[in-house]
């Protein structure tokens, strides 16, 4: 069984006991969990900017001279906090109990996403992104997901941040020894991002997409998440898996959505207002920005679903948006009148707040485009959101995703937190909940049922594109 979670720790949350690694942990022993996948916002780094002393003096300075002076104020005392905070988020993180009891028992996979750099990194206007104070910042957040997410050597990545020289700190550094590295991540040598490629047992394998390292703004209105590079990675090992004669699974995992409601209106008031949510907008693969990327990622798929052996399939696998969710991608590949259909299944963060109702309202409305019609000389594409097995268009509540194997194909089964909900009237219950857990043994807590939304990872049937 795979399992995917995104965690986004808050410090309310590591305050108190999160729930939702309490019903994981009673799941994983009705069944065994063989992987976990962790999809981004392990870490909540948002308040470097306040916790850290010389970069909030930076952060207060007006604007039009925060950006013009930030190579000034970053010195070695910048570092020494940076690397202080980031160390000090990983171990409070890793050592909270609900994480370490589950994460004990299951080998993990992980990606970073915005939050554990710092909120909008890579989606943020080029002056602010490339900034030096950003730049350097972006390097230390990356050298501490090196470490603890990817399980990599430390001094491979130490060298690499820009300060201005001093010679007693520079030795220091250089002669510190190399923490000791516990075998290579599953990266290839020759690329700077960490995209991720897994190959399990029976067919199934597992493609975990950076969508954070080469993530750039380059004007206000253009900008890519991967380079040409990655793709071009991406699409090879896709390619490699076509001749193999057995059905397969692909699962490709992306930090945020291939495909999601948003509403054009609002997103062009929101750019033209350089309005701070802005980033999340250009965060989705469903920003017109993307749409070039986007359509590649799904071509890919639907190439190697239409050319493999019969009975493949491939399923993406997304989160970031604090919610469960399904989606459907019908793929029409050139010279063909048939479609072929690629999945995408959303979860939440497992201690992530669900949406405001009114944000759930408006998504649901008119205004948010549920389905796009793509048009692309690789193939048209119809991507539409498709209700969950209980009828609704969304889970929400705090959940994680669970990829069960079955006799020809998956299970997805959604496992939500019904004790997470945004309505008043249950913040009580909550409350009573989290208290009641206090003094209990982390294994022996009884909780209420949680919500179980299952269904059947489709094979891709080949029908006519409506």
Known sequence: MIVLIRLIFRRKIIQKKSIGWHYMFNEMKKNPYHLLIMGGDQIYADPLFSACETVRHWDNLPKDIKWATSAEYFSYQTVEELNCFYFKMYITCWAYYGTAAVTACVPSVM????????????????????????????????????????????????????????????????????????????????????????????????????LRTERRMFTHNEGIVMTENSFQHYEAWVARKIPIPMSQQIFVVCTVPIHYPDCAPMNYVMDKAHHNLIDDVRDHYSAVIHRAEQTRLVHALASFCYNAFTGSKATILAGDVHVGAYSTAYVRLPNTEHSVLIEQFISSGIAAKPPPNFAQKMMKSPVFRKTEKIASPGGAIIMKMEKLPDQQLFLSTSNFLCLIPTAFSYDALWVGNPTRTDKSKNKSKKTNLANSMADVPFDSIVLPTPIYLRHLINTPRQQKFY
Request: some cysteine; hydrophobic content about 40%.
């Open 111 to 210: 990606m970073y996403d915005d939050h554990d750099i710092f909120d909008g990194w890579g989606s943020l206007d080029p002056h602010i992104n490339d900034s030096p104070m950003m730049l350097n910042i972006f390097k230390v957040a990356k050298k501490y997901f090196f470490l603890f997410q990817m399980q990599g050597d430390l001094s491979s990545v130490i060298d690499k941040i820009v300060v201005p020289p001093n010679p007693m700190i520079t030795s220091r550094m250089k002669d510190t020894p190399p923490l000791p590295s516990y075998g290579e991540p599953a990266v290839l040598a020759d690329q700077g991002p960490f995209n991720t490629y897994l190959d399990l047992t029976g067919g199934t394998s597992v493609c975990v997409l950076d």
